[in-house]
């Protein structure tokens, strides 16, 4: 973990709340793995006085990309910044996905949550082939279907609830067959808590190694505060940021 002073190369509205930032960061760059994320404080700024969590959509040394929707008053301040504007980032943060060589790897992405997946297929795609099932509620919430698409992937399944793109519906409602189509030995998905309660049930099931990166309102993001503990399957609790981001499935208790 270290501290650094990014500065923002360039800052792209996307529409509907969806901002693409591209900073400066050597040292984070050179260190950020898939599932790594970073604590992002506006500099100068003492409001908001903490900082926010947000994942690491790709990283090519000196830079970081950070893709991130607009929500409240921290991610409201961040899309006023421009290009020269410097942020404090604090990270690589948390623990990865893991790379799992020989493994055939189903990657689910619900809006915001391709920000991790996108970074394992531009990391790890290369290597081998990677599935990915990408869905959101309409083209609005899809803006970076065209870098995904440039992906390296061997099958991109695409959904959206209106139909505008793909198949119309949740990717929820696809997940099954292409479960028993592909059979993939492992599943990483990152998206909604809604979304990924229903992934838990749907994929129970399959013999399939399940992956979860979950958000939280975090603190201080390196275990300090205990701000961001989530309710683990065992009735205990986890802390995201630094028992994860990455679970097992399994581990967590969905809510019903
Ligand atoms: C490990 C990790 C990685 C993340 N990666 C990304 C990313 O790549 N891109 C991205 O857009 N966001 C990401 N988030 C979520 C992001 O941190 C929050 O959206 C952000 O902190 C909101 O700050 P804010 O000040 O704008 O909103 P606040 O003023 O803090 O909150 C406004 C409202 O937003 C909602 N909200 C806030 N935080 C969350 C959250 N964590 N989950 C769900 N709803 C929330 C609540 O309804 C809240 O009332 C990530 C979170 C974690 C923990
Ligand atoms: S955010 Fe402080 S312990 Fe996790």
Redesign the pocket.
Same mark, same amino acid.
């Given at each position: 973990m270290q501290d650094e002073r990014g500065l923002i190369e360039e800052s792209r509205d996307l529409g509907n709340g969806?901002h693409l930032l591209k900073v400066a960061a050597p040292r984070t760059a050179e260190a950020a793995k898939p599932g790594h994320?970073v604590m992002v404080r506006i500099l100068p700024a003492l409001d908001?006085l903490?900082r926010?969590?947000? *994942?690491?959509?790709d990283a090519r040394p000196p830079y970081i990309w950070?893709?991130?929707?607009?929500? *409240?008053? *921290?991610?409201?301040?961040?899309a006023g910044q421009r290009p020269g504007d410097s942020l404090d980032i604090l990270g690589p943060?948390?623990n990865t996905f893991p790379e799992l060589p020989g493994q055939r790897v189903l990657l689910i992405a619900g809006g915001?949550g391709i920000?991790?997946l996108f970074h394992y297929a531009r990391t790890y795609g290369e290597r081998r082939p990677l599935l990915l099932l990408y869905g959101g509620r309409g083209k609005a919430d899809l803006p970076l279907l065209d870098r995904v698409r440039s992906l390296r992937l061997e099958r991109l399944f695409v959904f959206s609830e209106d139909g505008a793109l793909g198949q119309q519906g949740r990717l929820s409602d696809g997940l099954e067959k292409i479960v028993r189509d592909e059979r993939p030995d492992v599943t990483m998905s990152c998206g909604?808590?809604a979304m990924l309660a229903a992934l838990a049930t749907l994929l129970k099931p399959f013999p399939t190694r399940d992956l979860v990166?979950?958000?939280?309102?975090?603190g201080c993001g390196f275990g300090a505060c205990q701000g961001?503990a989530v309710r683990a399957a065992d009735g205990s609790y986890r802390r995201?940021?630094d028992e *994860?981001?990455v679970f097992p499935m399994e581990e967590i208790q969905w809510p019903t």
């Open positions: 969806y994320f908001p903490l926010r969590p947000l *994942g690491i959509l950070l893709y991130y929707q607009v929500l *409240g008053s *921290g991610t409201r301040l961040l943060l948390g915001r920000v991790p909604p808590e990166l979950l958000e939280a309102r975090m961001c995201v940021c *994860g981001p």
